[in-house]
T-cell receptor, first 115, second 114 residues
Framework: GAGVSQTPSNKVTEKGKYVELRCDPISGHTALYWYRQSLGQGPEFLIYFQGTGAADDSGLPNDRFFAVRPEGSVSTLKIQRTERGDSAVYLC?????????????FGPGTRLTVL | TQLLEQSPQFLSIQEGENLTVYCNSSSVFSSLQWYRQEPGEGPVLLVTVVTGGEVKKLKRLTFQFGDARKDSSLHITAAQPGDTGLYLCASALNGGTSYGKLTFGQGTILTVHP
């Protein structure tokens, strides 16, 4: 079956602009995670959804970052007033449930470049 | 916050050599996962270890979980160019609203030269 997909694969924007990054999880997966990965680093947790609700948004760096999952499937990560420091690869992952041993399947990521 | 330290950060070896990557924490892991990530792709799960002292093998890869569940290692025997990639260890918090949230190490970039 289809894996996790993310669009766009690359996004170049100017400082101060607004961007939206989309994640399509594996069908039937109730848990969805967003991570951010800077060059040469491991991914860092941003936010976790269980169904439609954000169960844990403790990783969002500030209030310029927001994410939604209105129907419990597709999720959108929104970044307002982008800054050069926001440049990174944004990864989405989904899992069937939310057990700590449950496999998270990652998408290929969206590479965001803020000029 | 549980921090995971991986070493070495970079590893460049010749085909056929053996190597070991380490993952350590000052805290006890509830479980630990190893991932491999190739350029332009997301991490792909290799293994999950949950029991102290556990050893798992995946072809030429051997994963070990420390008895105290505070460290883990990944050993590759007779490395091949296809093993090239970023290797990440990760741990998930257990319980509460952070169930399944992964904390990653900084990764080990492995390059295997033909």
């Amino acid at each position: 079956g289809a894996g996790v997909s993310q669009t766009p694969s690359n996004k170049v924007t100017e400082k101060g602009k607004y961007v939206e990054l989309r994640c399509d999880p594996i069908s039937g997966h109730t848990a969805l995670y967003w991570y951010r990965q800077s060059l040469g680093q491991g991914p860092e947790f941003l936010i976790y959804f269980q169904g439609t609700g954000a169960a844990d948004d403790s990783g969002l760096p500030n209030d310029r970052f927001f994410a939604v999952r209105p129907e419990g499937s597709v999720s959108t990560l929104k970044i307002q007033r982008t800054e050069r420091g926001d440049s990174a690869v944004y990864l989405c992952a989904s899992s069937l449930k939310r057990a700590h041993t449950d496999t998270q399947y990652f998408g290929p990521g969206t590479r965001l470049t803020v000029l | 916050t549980q921090l995971l330290e991986q070493s070495p950060q970079f590893l460049s070896i010749q085909e056929g050599e053996n190597l070991t990557v380490y993952c350590n924490s000052s805290s006890v892991f509830s479980s630990l996962q190893w991932y491999r990530q190739e350029p332009g792709e997301g991490p792909v799960l290799l293994v999950t270890v949950v029991t102290g002292g556990e050893v798992k093998k995946l072809k030429r890869l051997t994963f070990q979980f420390g008895d105290a569940r505070k460290d883990s290692s990944l050993h590759i025997t007779a490395a091949q160019p296809g093993d090239t990639g970023l290797y990440l260890c990760a741990s998930a918090l257990n319980g509460g609203t952070s169930y399944g949230k992964l904390t990653f190490g900084q990764g080990t970039i492995l390059t295997v030269h033909p």
